[in-house]
C-alpha cells in the first residue's frame, strides 16, 4: 500500500460537502487530510466554518485542524444557497455547537504556508465549493502553484449546463475570477462536473444503507440526505438526490469508478448571459490545449458502495 495522499479539503458545508469530508475521514490508507479550509458558498462563511466543525466532531475527529478563509468572492458579491441547503447549510438532522476549535490561522494562509513547505507536486487540492481560497492563494503567491500535484474540484458542466443560472454551475458562477485563476493555472485539474454528480442520485435503499449503519455520521448522512433530497426531486423529477462533493474524494479513492476526457475548460467571467460557465471543449472543436480531465461518467453503485463502507468506519 503506498503512502496516503495528502489532500486539504476547500469546503462550504453543505450537506453533500459533510459526505465528502466523512468519505476523506473514514478512509486513512487512502487520504491524509492536513486541514480542512472553508469558503463562504452554500452559506456564508461563520456557518461553513461551524458545520465543518460540527462534521468533524460527527465523524469522531475533533483533532482535524479547521480554518477559515474567505468571506465573500475575490470580485463580486457573495451568492448563497440556502434555499437548496437550508437556513444553516447542514439542515435535516439536530445541530449541535461545536467544541473544537477554529484554528486561528487564516485559510489562505494555512494553503500558502502548507504548499510552501512541502516537496514539489506532493499535496492535492480537493475543493468542493467556490474557488475563492485557492484562486486568492495562487494570486498571492504564484510561486505555490507548482507545489500542487493536483486539483480536484467539484465545479461546472456541460451536458447538464447549470443549476444557478440557465448556464451555469453555482461553485464556478459564485466566483468565477477565482475559477478563472485556477484554469489557467497550469496544474492538474480534474473535474467533477454535474454531468457526473447528477448521475450518483441517492435513492431509498442507499438512504437505508447509511441509516443502517447505526452511527453518529451514518445518521446525521441519512438525515441530511433526507432533507436536501426533497428540493433536487422537485426541481429534476429526479429518484433522488446528487450527492456532488463526495465525488471528488471518491476520484482519489477509486478512480476507476469515474470516466472522461483530457479536454480544455474556459470559464466565462464577462458575459451577463453565462457567467460563470465551464466552457468545456469536449468534442475538441478548438485548438485550445487541455487543461483538464473533464468526468463524465461514474459507476454510482460502486461510488455509494465506497461512500457507505468508509463513512461506516467513523
Known amino acids: ?36 479550509t472553508t469558503v463562504a458558498g452554500n452559506v456564508p462563511l461563520p456557518l461553513t466554518s461551524r458545520n465543518a466543525r460540527i462534521v468533524c466532531e460527527w465523524s469522531g475527529r475533533p483533532d482535524v485542524k479547521v480554518f477559515a478563509g474567505c468571506d465573500r468572492p475575490l470580485t463580486r458579491p457573495l451568492v448563497t444557497a440556502e434555499h437548496v441547503h437550508g437556513n444553516t447549510g447542514l439542515d435535516g438532522p439536530e445541530l449541535h455547537e461545536p467544541t473544537m476549535p477554529l484554528q486561528p490561522e487564516n485559510a489562505v494562509d494555512f494553503i500558502i504556508e502548507t504548499l510552501r513547505n512541502a516537496p514539489p507536486n506532493t499535496i492535492t487540492l480537493c475543493t468542493l465549493g467556490p474557488l475563492t481560497n485557492i484562486g486568492k492563494a495562487f494570486r498571492d503567491a504564484p510561486d505555490v502553484i507548482d507545489r500542487v500535484q493536483k486539483i480536484v474540484l467539484m465545479g461546472g458542466a456541460y451536458f447538464e449546463v447549470g443549476n444557478i443560472t440557465p448556464a451555469a454551475e453555482f461553485n464556478i458562477y459564485v466566483d468565477p475570477e477565482a475559477a478563472d485563476i485556477v484554469f489557467k493555472s497550469g496544474r492538474k485539474i480534474t473535474v467533477m462536473p454535474l454531468d457526473v454528480t447528477h448521475k450518483a442520485l441517492t435513492t431509498a435503499p442507499r438512504i437505508q444503507a447509511l441509516r443502517d449503519l447505526g452511527t453518529t455520521a451514518g445518521t446525521a448522512m441519512a438525515e441530511m440526505v433526507d432533507f436536501f433530497e426533497r428540493f433536487d426531486v422537485e426541481k429534476y423529477g429526479s429518484a433522488g438526490a446528487p450527492l456532488h462533493d463526495p465525488c471528488v474524494i471518491a476520484y482519489l479513492i477509486k478512480p476507476e469508478l469515474f470516466s472522461g476526457r483530457d479536454i480544455n475548460v474556459m470559464i466565462e467571467t464577462t458575459s451577463e448571459l453565462t457567467l460563470g460557465m465551464t466552457v468545456a471543449d469536449w468534442w475538441g472543436v478548438t485548438d485550445r490545449p487541455a487543461n483538464a480531465t473533464f468526468m463524465g461518467d461514474v459507476d454510482a453503485d460502486g461510488f455509494f458502495q465506497l461512500l457507505t463502507e468508509r463513512i461506516g468506519r467513523l
Open 1 to 36: 500500500m503506498s503512502n496516503p495522499r495528502k489532500i486539504i479539503i476547500d469546503t462550504d458545508p453543505g450537506q453533500d460537502d459533510a459526505a465528502a469530508i466523512m468519505l476523506a475521514l473514514g478512509s486513512p490508507e487512502d487520504i491524509e487530510v492536513l486541514g480542512i
